[in-house]
């Protein structure tokens, strides 16, 4: 891996929605580790340091909205910049991860172009 490959964790329970994703974000030249559930997330995310996390609100084992909390709440992992990633579109719950420290909340179906404009801005 090259050193300023950015590095991006990837939380989705949705297997063509990451392949989709995988290869998208590969094409574009991010590293891109993959989980399938919650289990585990924020422990690599503390040991690895990703420079953006993007998470599922529903998983199984761990929901993302616990995983950014943990993840906010920790001064080591604070600064890390997630983008919220879900079907659930109820205006309490997008309140609530902005306020739980999401940096953007996208809803699905989405689309990957805008996606990827936000990430670029977020990674810089």
Not at 15 to 21: E, T
Not at 25 to 45: K, R
Not at 46 to 53: G, Y
Request: net charge negative; no cysteine; aromatic share 6%.
């Amino acid at each position: 891996m090259s050193e300023n490959k950015k590095k991006i964790f990837y939380a989705e329970d949705s297997d063509s929605l990451v392949k989709l994703m995988t290869y998208k974000l590969q094409n574009e030249g991010y590293d891109i580790t993959v989980f399938t559930n919650g289990e585990n997330v924020y422990e690599t995310v503390i040991a690895e340091k990703p420079d953006l996390v993007i998470l599922d609100l529903m998983m199984p084992i761990k929901d993302g909205l616990t995983i950014l909390k943990e993840i906010k709440s920790n001064p080591e992992t604070s600064s890390i910049p997630v983008i919220m990633l879900t079907t659930n579109s109820e205006e309490d719950t997008i309140l609530k991860a902005l306020e739980s420290g999401a940096n953007e909340y996208i809803t699905k179906p989405f689309s990957t172009a805008v996606l990827l404009a936000k990430i670029k801005k977020i990674l810089g």
